[in-house]
């Protein structure tokens, strides 16, 4: 009996020196931090629909892997007057010009990625490029957390004065939680915070033993994780009152479109994980794409346009699963390859 739980140690020992050697089971990192500047105006109250105006968010990684943060770690996420993270816009269109609207969430806003690789950016440079008699003009009216109807909200109550052409909704699978409810602890269709989380999460074990953090990340919290997963799917159900509440909302960005002549186009979206594999969340892309085919909603799915990938390696840091710019460029080019070949969303030269 002390032979085998003294050889059972020494195995341990050696597996243990093994792992620490191969530079494997590696600590977690920390998550971001975000820090509110205020701009010169001395502006601290948050607009309607909106941030606080002339505001930046510097958030700052504990690492720079991919080195794209600088020095100092970080991203500006730079606000203009409007509460947006966009460049100064004109409430009135000038003549002839071609008005983008984009609504969406963290995925448009462009969380951890610099201004100039932001997706409906380079939607906006390449169809500038593509169609030089066309005076495009893309509008990020993305907001961090927002949902589909608040995006709905947001069009009817100030998108709408900017008299889009065309208005773009960026759809992620977490689009269908009401916004307190992403601050709830429970299954909810929220990556960031839960998937990473219950995977990156210490223990007091974890701290001293290599050897426990890889069996606990590679087999024990990826089991949990999983299974919080599948209960996260549940929320796409064709009776639960959240996807009842979001398909409303997509069914009145339908309706507020067609009454006013502008066109509509959904783009989904994936969560970049197993995007090659066994993607779990692509029975909410099929409930989505589904409802928009059922109410004649021009749909995109960029799934497909991130097949040759697993999903982390398009994440902005390895403790933050949003598109990095590599995902933000694939994107924009499918993106731009729909508008150009579609004259119902884009006029025809």
């Known amino acids: 009996m002390t032979l085998g739980v003294g050889a059972a140690a020494g195995t341990l020992v050696v597996l243990e020196v093994v792992v620490r050697g191969l530079g494997i089971g590696a ?82 806003y462009g969380q951890g990625v610099r201004a100039e690789d932001v997706c409906l ?28 109807a608040q995006q709905l909200d947001l069009l009817r109550f100030r998108g709408l004065s900017y008299d889009p052409d065309l208005v773009i909704v960026h759809f992620v699978p977490n689009d269908v939680e009401e916004e307190a409810d992403l601050y709830r602890e429970g299954p909810k269709v929220e990556l960031y915070e839960e998937y990473v989380t219950v995977v990156t999460e210490p223990d007091a074990l974890s701290e001293v033993s ?24 549940a929320s796409y159900r064709d009776d639960d009152a959240k996807w009842a509440r979001c398909r ?12 006013r002549d502008v066109a509509l186009l959904v783009v989904l979206f994936p969560f970049f994980v197993r995007l090659d594999g066994a993607y ?3 029975p909410i892309h099929a409930a989505v794409r589904d409802h928009c085919a059922e109410r004649g909603i021009p749909v995109l799915d960029l799934r497909e346009a991130y097949r040759g990938f697993d999903g982390p390696e398009l994440w902005v840091h390895p403790t933050d699963p949003h598109p990095n710019e590599r995902a933000h460029a694939i994107a924009a080019e499918t993106i731009a390859a729909r508008l150009l070949g579609d004259p119902a969303l884009l006029p025809a030269r």
């Open 280 to 282: 779990p969340f692509e």
């Open 210 to 233: 290599a050897l426990w953090r890889w069996v606990r990340s590679r087999w024990i919290l990826k089991a949990k994780g999983d299974a919080y997963l599948e209960a996260c799917l």
């Open 27 to 108: 600590a977690a990192e920390s998550f971001r931090t975000d820090v509110v500047l205020p701009g010169a105006e001395g502006i601290t109250q948050p607009v309607g629909f909106g941030f606080v105006p002339h505001a930046t968010i510097r958030t700052t990684y504990p690492s720079d892997p991919r080195g794209a943060f600088g020095e100092d770690r970080s991203v500006d996420h730079v606000f203009n007057s409007a509460g947006w993270r966009d460049a100064e816009r004109t409430v009135e269109k000038p003549p002839g010009r071609f008005r983008i609207l984009g609504l969406g969430d963290s995925y448009l």
């Open 248 to 259: 409303d909302a997509l069914d009145g960005l339908e309706r507020t479109c067609r009454e």
């Open 121 to 148: 950016r380079l939607v906006e440079d390449r169809l500038r490029a593509e169609r030089p008699d066309l005076d495009v003009e893309a509008i990020n009216a993305g907001i961090s957390g927002m949902n589909t």
